[in-house]
């Protein structure tokens, strides 16, 4: 699909610096369709350096955009498992093997069930969760005897994208769907008690226009930041400029937007993804 430049990116707010005394102005200035097209692919080729299929916030050293939180766009934090950890029980001579590990997707959940399953088992039973993507599987159990509990033991422990699988090696005494139950449910919850709980913050790709001679402040406030995967690119087809992106925390985006506006005697433009 080919998008039209002129849909795809426009600054909105253009902040010029007050003299002494004077209020901080504030234009705001629409897209001009009538730019050159070579103007028009400029502003198409910054976006797509930026990583940014569409630009959601442009805002200038002047101008913070929010740094977001909970919205869709910035889905905030959320609590996983450090790694993969298990938890051995035996019930009525039946041996049930809990494995708990994180994960991202739900391909990624079933590369995990295809590691730790065992052919040799009588039931490899599992649940995963990802956001409000869920998934269970009793693997030939009563039904809801087993993935369900095994899900419900997830919920409870309040961690997110994150699989257990519970293999059990028939001992010979039946357990009844209650003693099912209370089987898997439980092994699940103790595999997850012995877990190490890990915050995992959102990332916010953002991209700025830079000029030469400020990318040395700029970088010092991205280390101290510690942001990630910064990429720069010289080619923008503006005099001595370069575009600089990178990933930062959701809940960092205003203060470091904050802090390059403090720091640089120009003004910057920005570009979140």
Not at 7 to 30: C, D, G, Y
Not at 92 to 111: C, L, M, Q, R, W
Request: net charge positive; with cysteine; proline share 5%.
């Amino acid at each position: 699909m080919v998008h039209n430049p002129t849909e795809i990116i426009q600054p909105i707010f253009i902040a010029k610096k007050p003299r002494p005394n004077e209020p901080m102005q504030v234009a705001i200035s629409p897209l001009n369709p009538f730019r050159s097209h070579r103007r028009q692919v400029l502003y198409a080729s910054l976006l797509l350096i930026a990583g940014a299929k569409k630009p959601m916030v442009t805002t200038t050293a002047c101008s913070s955009s929010s740094g977001g939180g909970g919205g869709g766009n910035n889905p905030g934090a959320f609590t996983t498992i450090k790694e993969r950890v298990t938890f051995e029980r035996e019930i009525k001579k039946s041996k049930f093997i809990a494995v708990a590990g994180p994960i991202s997707d739900e391909g990624s959940a079933h590369s995990f069930l295809s590691e730790v399953r065992d052919t040799r088992a009588t039931h490899n039973c599992w649940a995963y969760k990802v956001g409000d993507q869920y998934r269970s599987n009793d693997d030939g159990e009563p039904s809801g005897t087993a993935g369900k509990p095994i899900h419900s033991a997830i919920v409870s422990s309040g961690v997110d994208r994150v699989m257990v699988v519970v293999i059990r090696y028939f001992g010979g005494i039946k357990l009844g769907t209650g003693g099912l139950v209370r089987a898997y449910g439980g092994v699940a919850a103790e595999c997850l008690k012995n877990s190490t709980p890990v915050l995992v913050k959102s990332k916010v790709r953002l991209g700025m226009e830079v000029p030469f001679d400020l990318l040395g402040v700029v970088y010092h406030q991205l280390q101290s930041f510690q942001v990630q995967d910064i990429k720069q690119d010289y080619e923008t087809g503006k005099y001595n400029i370069s575009m600089v992106t990178f990933k930062v925390d959701f809940d960092r985006v205003e203060s470091l937007e904050d802090a390059v506006k403090a720091s640089c005697s120009r003004e910057i433009v920005f570009y979140k993804s």
